[in-house]
């Protein structure tokens, strides 16, 4: 038996059906067959006479052009096919490989059924390919949601901030008893919604978290330029198909290093967004073009299109609002630009539009650029005035003088006269360039700064505040103002040069809290005054807390007394109940009762059961509650003996009717 | 009896062997079944009287795994190029491959098939880049496997545009 015998019966054993090629397409068997090869080609497997098998396998005859060249010059490389799927006489699918081989003269064909590894190939392709789906589906979801997000936080919470201002300010009116409990119907309401909201926001933003942990949480950084690159070689074909030339500017350094901080599929969709909307605007035969430009602590990138300009009815900003389509091509949901926008100014950068001078548009966004990742020990992330530290609170807070900076009408209104009524000197900003302006041109001890505002953004004008610091002994308290209350968030913000955050929506007492905490306010408890010994600040602090009006600040006290023991009553009842949500609410709003009297054991107290609500965790509330209640007590003491006080002067601008002494009565008895 | 070869290209999970299944032997699945390698059909149908049997390739679709050869396309009438409307990127894969196609074998005739016309609520398409692709000459249907809308459709414009 020579070699080529050996050969032949090694491969039938291992299942290789093994045939001549006789030329036309016609093959005969020169060894006996494997059982797959009868339950497909039945008529060849007898061995006798020569099956034309390429005009009964497409794809065998598409194979043979291949094996022809081979067996024409044996000497070349290799000729093998890929798997390709006959159908048994049965209907059973069967995977084939073709091998040509040139043995001993003879134009051999070599088949053979790969099932087993075909199978583990598919298995494996399988798992890929539903991966690589899962991953695309699981992208598009993070975009909704973070849409949603985005919606959540700001077109629901802001109205509500007004709410909560304009409620606690209507019950320090005078306003008949019928009207105090439609009143405290509306703050239920309205607490009720705020904590729903929040839970939402906290659901879905660990659900993002946890979706893009893989290496993208924190303070990623990206190249905005690849990241600009990556994006064109995916959408070229599409451009070239429309017959758009896409180009990156002659202006920019191709070496060059362009960090930002900003997570790179984000980044790679904001810039497939814009050159999208680019090409749906510009005709065949013109360009778009894509650049990045230095701006110091910012990175700018922009996309300009030679189409027919921004519409005349639009204002640039309009154009990244919600649902907004262009009139003529425009996209599918208009959801595109709207991304860019809320992802751009959640990592603290600015995008907007412009008309170009002799044709078409530039669309551009701003990031800061990126300082390298923070380490575990970077500083610690900013709590929001929502959750504050009893350790926050101080003894009163001085007339201070407050820029205050927020696009909406009715939150900037509110605020302003809530802050005036306490004593402070407020000035107001209707944007961040405003803002900035009004800084440079006067002392504050405060700046309050809404974080999505026209022109620029809260961050931007921190920075910008703090780098004209830059050398100066003493620095303005920075205040944000923002729905986005994550410690991702924070974190970011704290890097922008922030102190605090209130988050919204926002009551006055978390607005007092933060107010207490800034430098200007504390040094001034730090002067000679006649320390209390009681719980709470002294009756003179406490006027000044409200902008010298007594009568506000007996009113206050009033309520107070009057409602801590039902407040009481329900936070036992609520522990009682093993009702943590109900417990956490009302220690929550107790807590913000308190501090305005600056009642630092009872703040401390209620934060606490706040805190035990939340986690579910109720052994030890009744134990706290009993602490909280002795505190009270002292502070209840108090604060009856400063309502019994007479009022140090009448203001003569405040003189008015006196109320009917019907509360008084009904309380005696 | 004239025969022509078509072959499926597109991105996988598009729906190419569902649409042949629908074509061919009227059946659906639910379950996505990747494809390994490449399925040969055949169907005879008869367009403006004349009988006609179409060799239908369908080839696995091009990704990170698998490189797509273009020698099955040697001997191709025409090829149906689908997308799957729920996936943007499938779309811009698709006119991509229109390019290699043009550059491998020559301008054929093919017809884009937008897929999945049964879930247009999750669409992310854009309707525009649709219109500008016809404007520029290209046959573009949609279809969905699953309901059958559209699929016959599809491989008879394609047919028709064969013959010339």
Same mark, same amino acid.
């Given at each position: ?30 060894? $006996? ?13 007898? %061995? ?18 291949? !094996? ?41 064909? !070599? ?132 017959? =758009? ?98 992802? =751009? ?77 306490? %004593? ?126 007594? *009568? &506000? ?33 009302? !220690? ?48 209840? !003491? ?27 009565? *009904?309380?005696?008895? | ?54 060799? &239908? ?15 099955? &396309? ?71 496997? $699953? ?18």
């Amino acid at each position: 038996m020579n070699m080529s015998d050996v050969l032949e019966k090694a491969l039938v054993e291992m299942g290789f059906a093994l045939l001549e090629h006789r030329g036309n397409g016609e093959f005969l068997p020169v060894a $006996k067959l494997p059982g797959w090869f009868a339950e497909i080609w039945a008529e060849a497997a007898d %061995g006798s006479d020569p099956v034309p098998l390429s005009r009964q396998s497409p794809f065998l005859e598409n194979f043979l052009l291949e !094996a022809e060249d081979y067996w024409n010059s044996p000497g070349s490389t290799s000729c093998q096919s890929e798997t390709w799927i006959e159908k048994s006489l049965s209907g059973r699918e069967i995977p084939i490989q073709a091998k040509a081989l040139f043995l001993d003269g003879k134009r051999i064909l !070599a088949l053979f059924s790969p099932d087993a590894q075909f199978r583990e190939q598919v298995k494996f392709l399988q798992i890929a390919r539903n991966a690589s789906l899962d991953h695309e589906r699981l992208a598009r979801e993070i975009q909704k949601k973070e849409i949603l997000l985005h919606c959540i936080v700001h077109d629901l919470s802001q109205p509500l901030s007004v709410m909560h201002v304009a409620m606690d300010l209507l019950s320090e009116e005078s306003i008949s008893e019928r009207s105090k409990q439609f009143l405290t119907l509306g703050k239920h309401a309205s607490n009720q919604q705020e904590t729903m909201i929040r839970q939402i926001l906290q659901t879905f933003s660990d659900d993002l978290r946890a979706s893009l942990d893989a290496g993208t949480e924190g303070n990623s950084s990206s190249d905005l330029l690849q990241c600009a690159r990556k994006t064109m070689t995916s959408l070229g074909p599409t451009f070239e198909a429309k017959g =758009v030339r896409l180009a990156v500017s002659s202006t920019v350094d191709p070496e060059g290093k362009w960090p930002v901080a900003a997570e790179e599929s984000r980044l790679q969709r904001i810039f497939s967004n814009l050159l999208e909307n680019a090409l749906r605007y510009t005709p065949a035969g013109r360009r778009v073009t894509i650049g990045v430009e230095d701006e110091g602590d910012f990175l700018r990138a922009f996309v300009d299109d030679e189409g027919p300009g921004l519409p005349q009815d639009l204002r640039p900003e309009q154009i990244f609002g919600l649902f907004m389509k262009g009139k003529q091509s425009g996209g599918k949901a208009g959801l595109g630009l709207y991304f860019c926008r809320i992802t =751009v100014e959640r990592w603290g950068g600015t995008i907007g539009c412009v008309s170009l001078p002799e044709k078409g548009s530039r669309f551009w966004f701003r990031l800061p650029r990126a300082t390298g990742r923070t380490s575990a020990s970077s500083p610690a992330a900013l709590q929001t005035s929502n959750a504050s530290s009893p350790k926050r609170i101080q003894a009163s807070v001085r007339p201070l003088r407050i820029l205050l900076a927020d696009d909406q009408e009715d939150i900037r209104t509110l605020t302003a006269y809530q802050l005036k009524r306490s %004593g402070h000197t407020v000035i107001i900003a209707k944007d961040g360039k405003q803002a900035l302006r009004a800084f440079r041109s006067a002392y504050f001890d405060v700046v309050l700064l809404d974080q999505e505002m026209p022109e620029m953004t809260g961050d931007e004008v921190a920075r910008a505040i703090r780098k004209t610091e830059e050398g100066k002994k003493k620095q303005v308290f920075l205040v944000a103002s923002t729905g986005n209350t994550t410690s991702e968030d924070a974190r970011r913000l704290k890097q922008a040069g922030f102190d605090d955050v209130l988050g919204k929506p926002f009551r006055l007492e978390d607005l007092n809290l933060i107010l207490s905490a800034s430098p200007a306010a504390t040094s001034a408890t730090k002067e000679p005054s006649t320390p209390s010994t009681l719980p709470g600040a002294n009756f003179a602090e406490l006027v000044a807390r409200v902008g010298g009006d007594e *009568k &506000l600040l007996k009113r206050m006290i009033h309520t107070f007394l009057r409602d801590m023991p039902r407040r009481l009553v329900g936070i036992a009842a609520a522990i009682r109940q093993k009702d943590p949500e109900r417990l956490a609410s009302l !220690a929550h709003a107790l807590k913000g009762s308190v501090g305005i009297f600056a009642a630092e054991a009872a703040c401390k107290h209620s934060q606490e059961l706040q805190e035990l609500g939340r986690s579910s965790e109720l052994s030890k509330a009744s134990e706290v509650l009993a602490l909280l209640k002795e505190e009270i007590a002292k502070l209840q !003491a108090n604060l009856r003996g400063y309502a019994n006080q007479t009022p140090a002067r009448p203001k003569s601008n405040h003189v008015k009717r006196q109320r009917p002494p019907r509360n008084r009565g *009904k309380r005696r008895r | 009896m004239l025969q022509k070869k078509i072959c499926m290209l597109g991105s996988f999970a598009v729906g190419k062997t569902s649409l042949v299944r629908r074509f061919v032997e009227s059946i659906y699945s639910e379950v996505y079944q990747t494809t390994v390698g490449v399925k040969i059909d055949k169907k005879n149908v008869k367009v403006d009287e004349k009988e006609i049997s179409l060799v &239908l390739w369908d080839i696995y679709g091009e990704d990170d795994y698998q490189k797509m050869r273009w020698t099955y &396309l040697r001997g191709a009438s025409g090829y149906l190029l689908v997308a799957d409307g729920t996936r943007k990127t499938t779309l811009e894969k698709a006119v991509s491959l229109e390019q290699k196609v043009r550059e491998e074998v020559g301008a054929i005739p093919f017809v884009l098939v937008i897929n999945k016309s049964d879930l247009i609520r999750d669409w992310e398409l854009d309707p525009a880049l649709e219109s500008q692709l016809a404007a520029h000459g290209w046959g573009i249907l949609r279809s969905s496997a $699953k309901t059958g809308e559209g699929v016959e459709e599809s491989f008879s414009l394609l047919t028709r545009k064969m013959l010339g």
